[in-house]
């Protein structure tokens, strides 16, 4: 796919922090379908920012400064606003470390220029033989890390879902509230919920995983305490946003009879059962249906809500609207 070929502006973004030994690779190998690259020193102790502008000659590449490390987030958000200024159409975010291959963002922004959606992400998952060489420890995170995002933004489809290498329509990421975005690590999952919010279209594209002689900042160990808390705190959001605020239906009631008996038959059963020990005298069958059958029926409700919710992904994209809602203000003005 050549430049001629793509007639929508596509723009880089590069955070870069600690890959002074890969970055000026990665944008050597950036192909001729991107019309700019934009990359954000986050307060890189080894001012990569500076050696990009000292040994890298294209003509696209611009660089961004972080007077303090805000994180990859931070370093994101700092680029797309840049290129949403300068007028770009889809922005592809990469990271400055050679784990993510420059080869594939035609592929990645394919579906973004045909129209099919408003968010593309890696899956490293893809295919079993590049999986193979991803640390085990690694994919175990990824995996424990990709349900809970499942879980809190609704994209039930998506099976990588903390992958960093991503391309988005700039109208949408324009209204997405880039203020309240979380800024470090959490950053990929937080866009996917306020995303599913406004109802956005996320897809996938296969990719490879790479994994050379860079350090990970990500410590998947050390975050999982406070990505599950993030992860519970959207999908209570998300949840009452979807079923309750903007609408109520019956996946809305099927939840709320759900938690209702399951939580009634539960404190029944754990009385009778405290009782039991108590007194010495088992628990009648009569006792023991009255809090099993409240805890089964509940069980029922919720699988059907949860089923529900796996079906409810966005299907129609919105950037169609967000263009159409630009070009009559345009032509109102």
Not at 52 to 74: I, K, S
Not at 96 to 104: N, S
Not at 162 to 189: K, W
Request: proline share 5%.
């Amino acid at each position: 796919m050549s430049a001629a070929e793509v007639e929508k502006s596509v723009a880089v973004v590069i955070p870069s922090y600690r890959v002074s030994g890969q970055v000026l690779a990665v944008l050597a190998s950036i192909g001729a379908e991107v019309d700019r690259i934009y990359v954000v020193d986050d307060a890189c102790p080894q001012d990569s920012g500076k050696l990009v502008e000292r040994e890298c000659r294209d003509p696209r590449v611009q660089v961004l400064y972080h007077a303090t490390n805000g994180g990859v987030g931070a370093a994101t958000i700092t680029g797309y606003r840049a290129a949403i200024a300068d007028g770009a159409d889809v922005i592809v975010k990469m990271d400055g470390d050679g784990q993510m291959p420059a080869d594939r963002i035609p592929a990645l922004i394919a579906p973004l220029v045909r129209g099919e959606a408003d968010y593309v992400k890696g899956n490293r998952f893809h295919d079993l033989s590049s999986l193979g060489r991803m640390p085990r420890l690694r994919i175990f995170g990824n995996a424990a890390l990709s349900f809970l995002n499942k879980v809190s933004s609704g994209y039930w489809n998506l099976f990588d879902p903390t992958n960093g290498f991503t391309a988005i329509q700039a109208r949408v990421a324009a209204t997405l509230p880039l203020d309240a975005i979380e800024r470090r690590y959490f950053f990929e999952s937080d866009v996917l919920f306020h995303l599913n919010i406004v109802r956005a279209v996320v897809r996938e594209i296969p990719m490879e995983a790479r994994y050379g002689s860079e350090d990970s900042s990500l410590h998947i160990p050390s975050v999982m305490g406070e990505f599950a808390f993030k992860h519970l705190r959207n999908a209570c959001k998300r949840v009452f946003y979807n079923y309750f605020l903007r609408n109520f239906s019956v996946a809305s009631l099927e939840l709320v009879a759900g938690i209702t008996l399951t939580i009634f038959g539960t404190t029944i059963g754990a009385l009778q059962w405290a009782r039991s020990i108590e007194s010495g005298h088992p628990a009648t069958s009569g006792t023991v249906m009255l809090a099993a059958f409240p805890v089964v029926l509940g069980m029922q409700f919720l699988t059907s809500f949860f089923a529900y919710d796996t079906q409810d992904i966005p299907r129609n994209p919105i950037h169609p609207d967000l263009l159409a809602a630009d070009r009559y203000t345009t032509k109102k003005n």
